[in-house]
Nanobody, 117 residues
Framework: QVQLVESGGGLVQTGGSLRLSCAAS?????????VYWYRQAPGKQRQFVAS???????TYADSVKGRFTISRDNAKNTVYLQMNSLKPEDTAVYYC??????????WGQGTQVTVSP
């Protein structure tokens, strides 16, 4: 089993910054895990935000390129999402997930990010 816990969300003004954390625990070798960030705004489908592989290769959605940075600290079993130049359209619940070899992916419970105009 793998547990993922997101934190770091909150209310911020347009142009502000937040850093989200995704802490993993359980029967894992964290350094081998790829981790993804997704977000879901009210009334919309969950969408991909960013990902990082075990080799620290990163991928970003076009909407966040140049503003968000994903990183990992294997010593802390944690992946971070640094979000700068936030916009109201970034308002959503942010989730992290990691794939499972067999069965559904592991997801965290989410953390709310609200960007005020």
């Amino acid at each position: 089993q793998v547990q993922l816990v997101e934190s770091g969300g909150g209310l911020v003004q347009t142009g502000g910054s937040l850093r989200l954390s995704c802490a993993a625990s359980g029967n894992i070798i964290f350094s081998r895990m790829a981790v993804y960030w997704y977000r879901q705004a009210p009334g919309k489908q969950r969408q991909f935000v960013a990902s990082i592989t075990s080799g620290e290769a990163t991928t970003y959605a076009d909407s966040v390129k140049g503003r968000f940075t994903i990183s990992r600290d294997n010593a802390k079993n944690t992946v971070y999402l640094q979000m700068n130049s936030l916009k109201p359209e970034d308002t959503a619940v942010y989730y992290c997930k990691t794939p499972r070899a067999f069965g559904p992916d592991y997801w965290g419970q989410g953390t709310q990010v609200t960007v005020s105009p």
